[in-house]
Structure formats: C-alpha cells, structure tokens
C-alpha cells in the first residue's frame, strides 16, 4: 500500500507539470497572436501576387527581347486603361482599347514612342471638336496610364542595350522609396505629409527618399556615368514616385474606389502597382535625355 501511495506521490508532480504546460501553450494562444496568424492568413494571396509578379519581371528582363517587353507593357497599358475609365466616371468603349493598340503600334515602330501618344490625342481631339460625341475629360485616359506606360517603353528602348539596366534602376528607387516610406513612417511618423493621403507622414516620406537615394545612385553611376547625376537623377525620381503614388490616391478618392482594380490578388489593379512608377519614369526620362551622350557612357556592372 505505501508503495503505491509513494508511487501516486512521484506522478502527481508530472501531472502538475503536464497541466502546466498545457496553460503555458494556452497562455501562447493570446488574442495578438491569433490576430497575427489570420493577418498572415489573409494576406497570402498579397505574398503570392507579388512572388508571381517578381518572377515575372526577372524573366522579362533575363530574356531581354523588346517585342516580349513591348508586348507585355501594351497589355498592361490596355487592363490599365479599362481601370482609368472606372476612376475617371466615363462608360467603357471599344473605341478606347482600338485606340490604344493603335498607339502602341505606332510606338513600337517610332523612334520617338511617345510621339505616337500626342498624334492619337490630336486625332481624339479634331474629332471631338468636329461633332462633340465624346467627352473632354475622354482624352484624360490618353495621358494617364498611356503616356506614363510609353514613357516607361520610352526608357527602355532609347537606352540601347542598357534599356534593362535602366529599369532596374527605376524600379530599385521605387521599390526602396515606398519599403523606406512605410518602415520610416511606422517608427517615427508623427507629422502628416498631405491631406490626400492621411496615413502617410513626412517622416516617412523622408526616410523613404533617403533610402531610395542611397541605393539608387550607387546602381545609377553607370548609367550617368559619374556619381553627382546619378543622386540628382535618383532624388529626383524617388520625389516624384511618392507624388505618383499620392496622385493615385487622389483619383481613387475622387472616384470613391480602394483599389483601382482586382487584377493582381492582394495588390489591386495595374495603376495601384504603376502610380509610383509612372512619376519616375517621366522624370528620368526628361532628365536622361539632357545627359550628354548617356547611351554611349553606361558600364554595365
């Protein structure tokens, strides 16, 4: 008998210990944990997307074939289009898409693609001016997504065989600009930027640039050939992806949408993942072309 009650005695600590443990675990299970695991949950389609989309993105530019690029920047152009209809209020016609093939023909055969742009728009505008069938604000989809989306054709083109390097180049600043921004914003934003997106502060915004700079003018020498340029350029780029983006914002206000469009699961549309982009690309366009000679100065690296 006592060496059973002895034996009841040696498992009673186990059986505390067990118990213990299964509070500790529950314990683990706290609500912040849980609201972390459904957030984690919900955005796996947010992780998918961009995955896809990275992968994407180097096969293009691992292949380097222009009518590939050209290709696949039109059909975004176009996906882009139906989205700025919806925020601009105008009904959807086929009269859009035609036209907008028809610019990117024109650009893939032009020296100058963004020419192709304006010989559309003229043409939009004689004909509204002859019989008032179309809306003004018609020719507002003409100059956004179109013409940021031939500017980004633009650079890849005019830089010859650096064209890869060139978008590189852009998409690190942008990338680093909005990763810098946010980071920035969650551990010292206090102040905000702008009315036109409340969440964003000038913290942030800082943090964001500096971060783009940093990293975008070492990739840039190259491309500028001297190191001066390459942070102008880059500081430049990085100040117009963060009013690219605010711009975006201010049309999904206006339009009364959170997203621009469901294409790209977790991500929205083709203007919320280009807004940033668009800015840059127009200002480093316009300031590549008053380099001197800069096809001929890129050192690949």
Sequence with gaps: MSNYNEKNDLEKPNQSS????????STLQTPHTQNLKEKLLSDRPRFITAIVLIAILVVVL??????????????????????????????????????TIFI????????????????VLLIYAS????????????????????????TIWA??????????????WLIVIVALTDIG?????????KTPFCPTSPKKTLEG?????????????????????GFLPSVLITLAVSIASVFGDLFESYLKREADVKDSGTIFPGHGGVLDRFDAIFFGAIIMHFLLFFLPGYRDVFIPF
């Design 205 to 225: 915004v800082i943090c964001g640039v500096a971060c783009g700079v940093i990293v975008g003018s070492i990739i840039g020498i190259g491309t500028c050939g």
């Design 127 to 150: 004909y509204l001016a002859y019989t008032k069938s179309i809306q003004l604000k018609a020719l507002l989809v003409f100059v956004y997504p179109v013409l940021p989306f031939l």
């Design 155 to 168: 650079l890849y083109r005019d830089a010859g065989g650096a064209g890869v390097w060139v978008i590189i």
């Design 62 to 99: 691992s292949i380097d074939y222009p009518p590939l690029t050209c290709a696949i920047l039109a059909g975004f152009c176009v996906v882009g289009v139906k989205e700025a209809l919806n925020l601009y209020k105008l009904e959807s016609a086929p009269h859009y898409y035609i036209a």
């Design 104 to 119: 990117w023909v024109l650009a893939y055969f032009n020296e100058s693609p963004i020419e192709s742009c304006f010989v």
């Design 181 to 189: 921004a946010y980071f920035g914003g969650k551990a010292f934003g």
């Design 18 to 25: 067990e118990s213990t443990d299964t509070q500790a675990d």
